[in-house]
């Protein structure tokens, strides 16, 4: 049996993690595709990635409360094969309908197969290590995906970048076919033979505070990405110079997933979680407002970089407060819930009133944040002590 200590099944995991999360790399690329090249407004390109993205959140609500008894590789391994159809057939066509239906069904598909690979991690022996090694793989996917694939839809056109999303959800489901790895037993069943037979406990509120604060992140890192690459072309910055912001951030995202597993004993998870979302917002304004390239390349070069390492606090903090895995593998339903408005909230603000107004977005949606973060360490006792090693 392959375990999560092995090396096929971290490998595994990786591969899964990269797949399923293409759009915490992919959305300016994404959605400035559907505008430059299908000719889609920002808001019907925004709907298309919120498309997506919900149909992940529906799988993995679906699918998180029932996680301790679905067979992971089969689902892992069946969704990211349907999505990489899906993904296929949406580079064949240029019809809104028929690229929004792709669009839900890909997803649906894809956040199925994600939700059972984050809940594997969340059973790993430790997980927020084991996630950290998944973001420093989604880095390296960044720097391959952003320093290849932009060039290349600018020479063959909008529907290599499908292309290339089948692919890459083709290596996932090839992946989990030959070395998704079975979760480690849980501590409460691994003490207990009659366990499994008992109703799990309800979620700690605490882990709640969570799940919104996470969302609330993802949706401010969704609804500014997705306008990333737009805001600098359309600020005359120029193709180059704008690839060259992505590929940099690219780079820094090798790092951010890296740093969090080495400070996890060093920096408490409380300071991380708050500060986290403040420089969130930050960073939006600047990018979104910058009348200058060079603040503007410096702020998106380290923005998705900023959500990396603090998600991976949150993911070390939720696995303690909930042993079961229960709550980390609707880990995509917690990120793309917020994701999934984003592209269409980013998309509608912008058509109304500019670029601009995201910062102002973003400084009300990570306060949320904050205040859904400070809530965890407010809870009672058993929070507290689930963070105490944080």
């Not at 797949?19 to 299908?38: E, Q």
């Not at 999505?83 to 956040?111: D, E, K, M």
């Not at 900023?306 to 998600?311: A, D, Q």
């Amino acid at each position: 049996m392959i375990t999560t200590q092995s090396r096929r099944g971290r490998a595994a995991l990786m591969v899964g993690h990269c797949a399923g999360m293409v759009d915490l790399v992919a959305l300016p690329v994404w959605v400035g595709t559907l505008m430059s090249v299908y000719r889609f407004d920002p808001q019907q390109a925004g709907l298309l990635a919120t498309l997506f993205l919900g149909g992940a959140v529906a799988a993995s609500l679906f699918l998180a409360p029932f996680f301790q008894r679905l067979p992971g590789r089969a689902v892992a391994a069946a969704g990211f094969a349907c999505a990489a159809v899906g993904f296929a057939v949406a580079s064949t066509t240029t019809q809104f309908p028929l690229l929004a239906l792709l669009h839900a069904v890909s997803g649906i598909a894809a956040g199925a197969a994600l939700s059972v690979t984050h809940g594997t991690i969340a059973r790993s022996h430790h997980p927020h290590r084991m996630f950290a090694l998944a973001g420093m793989a989604l880095g390296v996917f960044a720097i391959v995906f952003l320093g290849g694939v932009p060039a290349l839809v600018a020479r063959a056109g909008g529907p290599v970048l499908f292309q290339v999303f089948a692919g890459v959800m083709a290596v996932g489901a090839v992946a989990a076919a030959l070395a998704f790895p079975a979760p480690d037993a849980a501590p409460d069943s691994a003490a207990r033979p009659g366990a499994a037979s008992v109703p799990p406990a309800p979620l700690p509120p605490a882990v709640w505070s969570g799940v919104l604060g996470i969302a609330a992140m993802g949706l401010v890192q969704s609804m500014t990405f997705s306008f990333l690459e737009r805001v600098g072309s359309d600020r005359g910055y120029g193709l180059q110079a704008v690839m060259g912001v992505l590929v940099a951030l690219g780079v820094v995202n090798l790092f951010p997933a890296a740093l969090a597993a080495v400070l996890e004993k060093r920096w408490a998870a409380r300071r991380v979680l708050l500060v986290g979302p403040a420089l969130q917002a930050l960073l939006v304004v600047v990018i979104m407002n910058s009348p200058a390239f060079a603040p503007y390349a410096v702020a998106a070069s380290v923005f998705a970089a900023v959500m990396i390492f603090t998600h991976t606090f949150a993911f070390g903090v939720l696995a303690r407060l909930d042993p079961s895995g229960r709550a980390l593998a609707a880990t995509p339903a917690m990120l793309m819930f917020g994701a999934a408005i984003g592209p269409i909230l980013g998309g509608t603000l912008v058509k109304a009133w500019g670029y601009g107004c995201l910062g102002v977005a973003a400084l009300a949606i990570d306060g949320l944040a904050i205040y859904a973060f400070a809530r965890i360490h407010r809870a009672p006792r058993a929070a507290a002590a689930a963070q105490g090693a944080a």
